[in-house]
């Protein structure tokens, strides 16, 4: 071991003997060992399987898309981790597969969206959708023998899906749909397992029965011989090529030529063809269809939120551990000094940090209040208009933590690339690849623009209407004191120092005041355009940029520090809430500094000296932090071989396997070793 190496080590412990907190305490108010205990199996699974080990060598798309297509077969069919699925209750089984893919996903993307699309969202769809005719796609899909795919964007239309032109006219003769595709700007795009290896689509289609349209329906649509993956007669199918990340996803095209599909292929929850060849809507039971309405639209969003909560983890661990180890430029006594010592540096990690914690609290709490939702709706333990404002409360809430997440996630990877110069560029870095296939994540299940609109329009409807608001139910208990609005618009600030802005009590009065205030201004101009145009979509088009948007995303960073609120109020672990306090500070004064017009123009903040005050407070988070950090990053790490960085071991080997990278040597042989903290942590 030469002295770089050896420097580079006790660069790491010698962060980690600073740390005021204990790294398994941390670990354990963070992730609920249940939880833990799942994604070990998955990367047991990965790391003891050839197979699935990072191959740099193996460059072109094509060969990534065929490497994707045999992982995704071999992990459904041999890890044994979908073996019991069907004997979990529906809540259970929902988290367990949430988890299963947030453990995938930090360490092969490719493998865990293709199995999102081709099985867990189809058979999401079959159960909210479907009904019993549909019983055997759900069997087969998870027994691996057909794989699906998520058709509803078309060339021309991808967020307003209300104009999709792809039709299932009913032929009440052959008792089928026949399927077709009016002109190339209604072919199906960007549809992830379409190009090369699924056997079936979920399309989304509208509906025509005798010459009436009745919408956009679900059916499953065969589109390939599960024996040779050979296209039926009347499909034509391709992939649509390099794209700028995702290597392993065949994302294809697709067009129908009066291709005919059994009437039985309808998912037919919502309406179907009657045995006279009429169309029936079946609203039997209304609660349950919330709640499945819910389910179809949020549960690849809540995958989301959970897969960038791990991507956002990944660059900050591989950031900080290389920050802690890279030295740069001799102090006044010639020492050279940490990258992690300068405040410039801390000052661009550290929030993100902070932000890492905010939003994997926030993501592992709220799949659980979204499952919790689902489940009552199922169960009807609630009456119909709680389960009513709750399934919409926690649309509009996914909807923009959704957006904040993944452009939080995006902005975090490009810092932290650059946070690493020149070697962050490197792929066996990891940065790389991992800015490239988020990146997607901000566009689709919602372009994040769009989704924000549908948050303020809840937010906007909560605020017109107080018989909207039922505090009693989650999320809107968030709210209540929206109630006060006028007495909260009231208040001025009077902090002018360090200590009581860096309070959470302090950050969240500042929250609330915002949010009352950008209702209040929102909802004004909305009014002032709507009688200057007599036109709602214009007024609405109008109040976005300077109002809308932005009160929906002030409300997504709210709700996540809500959440941490709760933790560190309900926690025990003394040391642990000490720092867990000044991450909910650092994070929400990061915030709150990127609406500084916004608090002037409130009127929450009056002289210079708020920004001063608000400035020096993060600055002296970020030093306070400085000897946590390594710590915290290790709290929430997974095993080397899963993190799979270069630039990020644990283990402080930082030069020896970059020149490992550089001489094309053992890239990716990062072994499933667990270091001490990890085993204080277990
Ligand atoms: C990697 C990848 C995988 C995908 N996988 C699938 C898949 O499996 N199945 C599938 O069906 N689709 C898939 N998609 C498509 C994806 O769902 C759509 O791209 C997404 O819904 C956005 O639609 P669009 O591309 O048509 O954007 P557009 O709707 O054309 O939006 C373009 C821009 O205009 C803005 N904009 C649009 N409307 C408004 C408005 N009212 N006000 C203000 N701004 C507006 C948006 O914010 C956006 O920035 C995938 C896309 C990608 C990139």
């Known amino acids: 071991m030469g002295s770089s190496e050896r420097s580079t080590l006790l660069s790491l412990e010698e962060y980690r003997s600073k740390s005021s907190f204990d790294v398994k305490q941390m670990f354990e108010e963070m992730e609920p060992p249940e939880y833990f205990e799942i994604k070990k199996k998955v990367w047991h699974f990965l790391a003891s399987n050839p197979l699935f080990h990072v191959d740099y060598k193996n460059g072109s798309s094509e060969k990534a898309k065929a490497r994707a297509a045999t992982q995704l077969k071999v992990f459904i069919s041999s890890s044994g981790l979908f073996k019991h699925i069907d004997n979990m209750s529906y809540r259970d089984r929902t988290k367990y597969l949430l988890i299963v893919n947030e453990a995938l996903e930090i360490y092969n993307a490719n493998v865990s969206i293709k199995i999102a699309l081709g099985v867990a969202l189809f058979a999401n769809a079959l159960n909210c959708l479907g009904s019993e005719r549909h019983k055997k796609f759900y069997t087969d899909v998870w027994e691996g023998k057909i794989l699906s795919c998520l058709a509803i964007t078309e060339l021309e239309h991808g967020s ?51 010459g009436v349209s009745h919408g956009l329906h679900g059916f499953v649509v065969p589109i390939r011989d599960p024996q040779t993956l050979q296209p039926y007669l009347g499909i034509n199918v391709g992939d649509l090529g390099e794209k700028s990340g995702l290597h392993g996803i065949d994302n294809g095209w697709v067009m129908f030529d009066n291709y005919r599909i059994p009437k039985e292929n309808l998912l037919n929850r919502v309406g179907d063809v009657n045995e006279e060849g009429e169309y029936e809507t079946s609203f039997t039971d209304p609660q349950k269809l919330l709640g499945a309405s819910l389910e179809i639209l949020s549960a690849g969003r809540v995958g989301i939120v959970n897969e960038s909560s791990n991507n956002l983890l990944r660059a900050v661990i591989i950031a900080v551990r290389y920050a802690a180890q890279r030295r740069q430029f001799c102090d006044s006594k010639g020492i050279e000094t940490p990258l992690l010592e300068y405040q410039t540096h801390q000052y661009r990690l550290f929030p993100y940090l902070a932000a890492t914690y905010v939003i994997k609290n926030f993501s ?80 689709f299940e919602g372009d994040n623009t769009v989704l924000l609109q549908q948050t303020s329009n809840w937010l906007l409807k909560l605020y017109n209407d107080p018989d909207e608001r039922d505090f009693t139910v989650y999320p809107l208990s968030m709210f209540k004191f929206i109630d006060q609005l006028d007495a909260i618009l009231s208040k001025k600030s009077d902090v002018t120092n360090v200590e009581t802005l860096c309070s959470v009590s302090t950050i969240m009065t500042m929250y609330e005041g915002l949010i009352c205030w950008l209702l209040k201004t929102t909802n004004r101009k909305m009014d002032a355009l709507k009688s200057k145009y007599n036109d709602r979509f214009v007024a609405r088009n109008l109040c976005q940029v300077f109002k809308a948007k932005e009160l929906a995303i002030v409300v997504a960073e709210f709700v996540m520090i809500c959440h941490l609120k709760e933790k560190i109020m309900l926690s025990k672990r003394t040391s642990v809430v000490i720092v867990l306090k000044k991450l909910f500070s650092l994070y929400g004064l990061w915030c709150l500094y990127q609406h500084l017009p916004l608090l002037y123009q409130g009127g929450f903040f009056s002289s210079p000296l708020h920004t001063d005050c608000i400035s020096d407070a993060i600055l002296s988070l970020c030093d ?59």
Not at 170 to 183: R, S, W
Not at 185 to 205: E, I
Not at 635 to 653: E, R, T
Request: hydrophobic residues 35%; charged residues 25%.
């Open 624 to 682: 306070e932090l400085k000897g946590e950090a390594v710590t915290l990053v290790d709290a929430l790490s997974p095993p080397d071989f899963i993190l799979n960085s270069v630039l990020g071991c644990s283990d402080g080997k930082l030069y020896e396997r970059l020149m490992n990278a550089f001489r094309q040597q053992d890239n990716g042989g990062i072994p499933l070793r667990y270091p001490d903290f990890y085993k204080a942590k277990l």
């Open 364 to 443: 592992n709490e709220f799949s659980d209040r979204y499952v919790d939702c689902v489940a009552a709706s199922r169960e009807g333990s609630l009456e119909m208009k709680q389960v009513s404002r709750m399934v919409s409360g926690v649309h509009a809430v996914l909807c923009c933590t959704k957006a904040v997440i993944t452009w939080t996630t995006q902005r975090a990877i490009q810092e932290t690339r650059e946070a690493c110069g020149g070697h962050g560029y490197h792929k066996a870095a990891g940065l790389g690849d991992l800015r490239n296939n988020h990146d997607p994540r901000v566009t």
């Open 160 to 210: 307003d899906t209300k104009r999709l032109k792809t039709i299932a006219r009913y032929d009440a003769l052959t008792k089928e749909f026949v399927i077709n595709t009016p002109g190339i700007c209604a072919a199906k795009v960007w549809v992830g397992n379409l190009g090369k290896q699924c056997t079936h689509a979920l399309l989304f289609a509208q509906l025509e029965v005798n």
